[in-house]
């Protein structure tokens, strides 16, 4: 799975200009490229003993795993085991609230709220964050749904759409927007409904139209299913809340700021690795070129929702149907490497 670390963090060691070593000079070598150059780049395979640049797997590694760790023929990765495209299974995974039938239309009271949020749209003071639009056919909708299911059983991640708070962790108490440095954007009064709205969706599972692929280059990657509006709400980035100082030194994938605070010990990040919902598997562009920079399709937002910090991926432009979505994982720190992204 491709490792990503979206917080601050030490900055990483910078790397002298390359220069290539004959393949011989040195009996450790990448088994991929030839060569032996960045050493302290350069996993072992616990089994097999052969190199491997971090950069040059796919999907890459970013840091050295913590513990054992097999190359692909020695560990023999195959693609993950699809989650059954059963309704009463999907339903028991998701904890789909069980009054509601898939297959059912949506209410008049629905479609006249989700017409009220549509129609605040354009607006001569500012732009209005948009619900996403759901697959209306309820078999593709488990189609999506068993594919998001896959991942997460892939990863042994339990499916959660909110933050969760786990004891010896990071308390409810201290997520408070107000520590922010410099302080935080305040979401405003109709986008709290909106996004609250989309919490409802998803309750009753009327699903955003996306579906989870595994990619053998970039791991699990996420694609608009259907045509996607600029501004939609995507999904909000969720899992176990915990202070930055505890997770300094974790090798953690998908770890993300959630409060910067001026005083670093009331930092905290989103650790979606127990808990944790499509948005870990939502990949990042290489901004260090033109081309990574032009698949950005998502911009990911830190807000003041009612006095606490929330995580928000929003569509940056009109998303066509079968694109596969990115965003900058450097949108605030940028300290992440990403040069070696596909």
């Keep these: 799975m491709l490792l990503r670390r979206r917080t601050e963090a030490p900055k990483p060691n910078t790397r002298p200009p390359i220069t290539y070593e004959s393949p ?96 605040l749209v354009m607006s001569k003071k500012r732009r209005k964050l948009l619900p996403f ?15 998001l299911a896959t991942a997460l059983r892939a990863s042994g991640t339990e499916f959660s759409d909110e933050l969760t708070y786990v004891t010896g962790m990071a308390p409810r108490s201290a997520n408070r927007a107000v520590l922010e440095k410099g302080g935080m954007q305040v979401l405003s009064k109709e986008d709290i409904e909106t996004l609250n709205l989309c919490k409802r969706m998803m309750n009753r599972g009327e699903w955003p139209p996306l579906m989870v692929e595994y990619d053998p280059k ?57 808990h944790g919902n499509i948005a870990r598997f939502v990949n990042g562009i290489n901004n260090h070129t033109a081309d990574g920079k032009k698949k950005q399709n998502l911009k990911c937002v830190r807000y003041n929702v009612n006095g606490e910090c929330r995580v928000l991926l929003v569509a940056n432009r009109d998303i066509a149907r079968g694109e596969r979505l990115y965003y900058d994982y450097n949108g605030y720190e940028k300290e992440y490497p990403t040069e070696h992204f596909v």
Excluded at 78 to 87: A, T
Excluded at 248 to 261: C, F, I, P, Q
Aim: proline share 7%; aromatic share 8%; net charge neutral.
């Design 24 to 119: 011989d000079d040195d009996d450790s070598r990448c088994e991929k490229c030839a060569y032996g150059d960045f050493p302290n780049e350069l996993l072992l395979c616990d089994k097999c003993d052969k190199g491997f640049h971090l950069f040059c797997l796919r999907p890459i590694l970013v840091s050295v795993p913590k513990g054992s760790w097999f190359c692909p023929s020695c560990s023999h990765h195959k693609r993950p085991k699809p989650f059954p495209l059963v309704q009463t299974k999907i339903i028991d995974f998701f904890r789909i609230q069980r009054s509601t039938d898939l297959t059912q239309k949506l209410t008049q009271d629905n479609l006249r709220k989700r017409k009220r949020a549509s129609g």
């Design 133 to 147: 639009n759901p697959t209306e056919d309820p078999e593709r909708r488990l189609q999506q749904m068993a594919s």
């Design 218 to 274: 970039e791991g699990f990657t996420v694609q608009a299913d259907r045509f996607i509006k600029d501004l939609t709400i995507i999904t909000e980035y969720v899992g176990d809340v915990d202070y930055l100082n505890n997770r300094e030194n974790d090798d953690g994938d998908s770890t993300m700021t959630l409060l910067h605070a001026s005083n670093p010990a009331q930092s905290l990040v989103v650790c979606p690795y127990k």
